[in-house]
């Protein structure tokens, strides 16, 4: 059906920048809304942006300011600029997708997951 790749994680020192991306490949008839969550080891996911099919985003307050997400709609891909990284950002990132494969037919889709660790 549909597949959503991530990458662009990493190791960054405080303060620094990363650009994550993620694209969605498959039997894609029309995009919904994608977006970024993360997850520490023991919590929940959360939010961190979402952009929907009229460009209207979404930002968790700890990220405003600091993240931006954009996409490509030609591309079917979803960017994450984040700057002014914390140390409290590191998680793993997940990609997410909320996509029609049919006209009538549609799922949540979920990316494998990209480390982002911030540390000196």
């Known amino acids: 059906q549909v597949q959503l790749v991530e990458s662009g994680g990493g190791l960054v020192q405080p303060g620094g920048s990363l650009r994550l991306s993620c694209a969605a490949a498959?039997?894609?008839?029309?995009?919904?809304?994608m977006g970024w969550y993360r997850q520490a080891p023991g919590k929940q996911r959360e939010l961190v942006a979402t952009?929907?099919?009229?460009?209207?985003?979404d930002y968790a307050d700890s990220v405003k300011g600091r993240f931006t997400i954009s996409r490509d709609n030609a591309k079917n891909t979803v960017y994450l600029q984040m700057d002014s990284l914390k140390p409290e950002d590191t998680d793993i990132y997940y990609c997410?997708?909320?996509?029609?494969?049919?006209?009538?037919?549609?799922?949540?889709?979920w990316g494998q997951g990209t480390q982002v660790t911030v540390s000196s």
């Open positions: 952009i929907n099919a009229g460009g209207a985003r």
């Open positions: 997410n997708g909320r996509i029609y494969y049919s006209p009538t037919g549609w799922n949540e889709y």
């Open positions: 498959g039997s894609i008839f029309r995009i919904v809304a």
